[in-house]
């Protein structure tokens, strides 16, 4: 069964672009696996440097993806906040039995409410909220529940 792989602060090193880009498979299109790397590298350097927590999904020697994590607030409410989520190529858009016949960016964005609902009553959670890439995602997440904030391109879901 899948397992996720917690990287913060506590545990990250220099290292760790390098390892899980290792890991991932990257777009096949130059312009974007070139994009990508660039996220993957600033997602972890925020993970060394402040309150972002990436958790890797894989099985064996499977990586099929991450999700970043962090705290922040819309207006004066605390939040969970994808950072970044990423699917490695190979299983963009597939249901894997290993992840209960689900697409991977589907179980990581359950996996975030889970996490969200857990800490909900330590720190007075109200939302999940992410910034999709574009109007393809933000769609995808409407599917799944998401709703948009007025006059901005972020999304959220009440806890």
């Given at each position: 069964?899948?397992?996720?792989?917690?990287?913060?602060?506590?545990?990250?090193?220099?290292?760790?672009?390098?390892?899980?880009?290792?890991?991932?498979?990257?777009?096949?299109?130059?312009?974007?696996?070139?994009?990508?790397?660039?996220?993957?590298?600033?997602?972890?350097?925020?993970?060394?440097?402040?309150?972002?927590?990436?958790?890797?999904?894989?099985?064996?020697?499977?990586?099929?993806?991450?999700?970043?994590?962090?705290?922040?607030?819309?207006?004066t409410f605390s939040s969970l906040q994808v950072d970044y989520i990423f699917v490695s190529?190979?299983?963009?858009?597939?249901?894997?039995?290993?992840?209960?016949?689900?697409?991977?960016?589907?179980?990581?964005?359950?996996?975030?409410?889970?996490?969200?609902?857990?800490?909900?009553?330590?720190?007075?959670?109200?939302?999940?909220?992410?910034?999709?890439?574009?109007?393809?995602?933000?769609?995808?997440?409407?599917?799944?529940?998401?709703?948009?904030?007025?006059?901005?391109?972020?999304?959220?879901?009440k806890l």
């Amino acid at each position: 069964m899948a397992e996720l792989k917690k990287y913060n602060a506590l545990n990250a090193s220099y290292r760790l672009s390098r390892d899980i880009l290792s890991a991932l498979k990257l777009s096949e299109n130059l312009d974007n696996a070139q994009r990508e790397k660039l996220f993957i590298e600033d997602i972890c350097k925020r993970i060394q440097k402040n309150g972002t927590v990436l958790y890797l999904l894989r099985d064996e020697d499977e990586t099929f993806g991450f999700i970043a994590l962090s705290v922040s607030s819309i207006d004066t409410f605390s939040s969970l906040q994808v950072d970044y989520i990423f699917v490695s190529e190979p299983y963009r858009g597939k249901c894997l039995e290993k992840l209960d016949d689900t697409k991977t960016s589907t179980y990581l964005i359950e996996f975030a409410i889970e996490t969200a609902k857990e800490i909900q009553n330590q720190v007075g959670l109200r939302y999940l909220v992410l910034l999709p890439d574009n109007d393809r995602l933000q769609a995808v997440y409407k599917e799944m529940g998401f709703q948009v904030l007025p006059k901005q391109d972020w999304m959220f879901v009440k806890l």
